[in-house]
């Protein structure tokens, strides 16, 4: 079992960079994949992000492929998402999420949630 929870969100000028954390609780953080996972205001719920077990496969979305890199360290029970070059259309909720399968593309099939923080990227 694991409960998660998201940091490093803020307001940041376009071009920018921020490093967003998520802390997950529990000793079988290994046994998830996780993903990083976006909803804008007036925009459907957008997967960002994704990452296996132990780090082997990664995911991203195209519109940040380049830009945003995703982490996991499982010795301190962390996944990061690491942003440059950041752009307003960035601008939305990030949440860490996770799955208890392999990972995945589709944010329904995440069946665990972060509460979500908030990134504004200003042009």
């Known amino acids: 079992q694991v409960q998660l929870v998201e940091s490093g969100g803020g307001l940041v000028q376009a071009g920018g960079s921020l490093r967003l954390s998520c802390a997950a609780s529990?000793?079988?953080?290994?046994?998830?994949?996780m993903g990083w996972l976006r909803q804008a205001p007036g925009k459907e719920r957008e997967f960002v992000a994704g990452?296996?077990?132990?780090?082997?496969?990664?995911y991203y979305t195209d519109s940040v492929k380049g830009r945003f890199t995703i982490s996991r360290d499982n010795a301190k029970n962390t996944v990061a998402l690491e942003m440059t070059s950041l752009k307003p259309e960035d601008t939305a909720v990030y949440y860490c999420?996770?799955?208890?399968?392999?990972?995945?593309?589709?944010?329904?099939?995440?069946?665990?949630w972060g509460p979500g923080t908030q990134v504004t990227v200003s042009s």
């Open positions: 529990g000793r079988t953080f290994t046994s998830y994949a």
């Open positions: 999420a996770a799955r208890r399968q392999v990972v995945t593309t589709t944010p329904s099939e995440y069946t665990i």
């Open positions: 990452i296996s077990y132990y780090g082997g496969t990664k």
